[in-house]
């Protein structure tokens, strides 16, 4: 079933709805989650989770792309259940992914305001697309969706090497473009 007519059964409150989209994007969501929490019971209770979310928010929003709708709010609930449970558990992959991630972005109490927020999500997505595709994509799997090093090698065909080099020259990049846009890092 295509977007459109999952988000007309959303629209109107029709329970096929969570179905089609468990359907459709279930292996999304699923992806998503079991990089951040690499759990099974956790996974299942983050796409449950989604769903209940997605059901709630399409009556009030009609998302221009419906995937990265669904993909956003099973990321932010695998990352809020990361945080819930990392105190008792923690998953190497993503905890990795946040320090790499950390030395270019990472908050302070000055950057603590939705509307900034914003505003260096926008800097960043702005940075990511004067990039090529390649190094984008790498990115993304990266600090996105978590993806290991190795499992970037394998999508890509790039050696660890390279995919590491990549990583941290984005990384040196985003900072300073971020320094240059009066973002303090």
């Given at each position: 079933m295509d977007d459109e007519k999952i988000i007309a059964l959303y629209w109107a409150r029709d329970e096929k709805a969570i179905a089609e989209t468990s359907s459709k994007y279930g292996g999304l969501c699923n992806y998503i989650a079991n990089n951040i929490l690499s759990n099974y019971e956790d996974c299942e209770e983050c796409i449950n989770d989604t769903y209940f979310a997605v059901w709630n928010a399409i009556p009030s929003r009609h998302p221009s792309r419906l995937s990265a709708f669904i993909g956003k709010i099973a990321r932010n609930l695998a990352l809020k259940r990361?945080?819930?449970?990392?105190?008792?558990?923690?998953?190497p992959s993503a905890v990795t992914s946040?320090?790499?991630?950390?030395?270019?972005?990472?908050?302070?109490?000055?950057?603590?305001?939705?509307?900034?927020?914003?505003?260096?999500?926008?800097?960043?997505?702005?940075?990511?697309?004067q990039q090529s595709e390649e190094k984008r994509n790498v990115f993304i799997?990266?600090?996105?969706?978590?993806?290991?090093?190795?499992?970037?090698?394998?999508?890509?065909?790039?050696?660890?090497?390279?995919v590491k080099s990549m990583l941290y020259e984005?990384?040196?990049k985003l900072r300073k473009y971020l320094e240059e846009e009066g973002i303090e890092v």
């Open positions: 990361y945080e819930y449970i990392s105190a008792v558990k923690r998953n946040l320090e790499e991630l950390g030395d270019c972005v990472s908050g302070t109490d000055s950057v603590e305001s939705e509307i900034e927020k914003k505003y260096i999500g926008s800097m960043i997505d702005k940075f990511l697309w799997r990266r600090y996105w969706y978590f993806d290991s090093i190795e499992t970037i090698c394998k999508r890509t065909g790039f050696s660890q090497s390279k984005m990384r040196r």
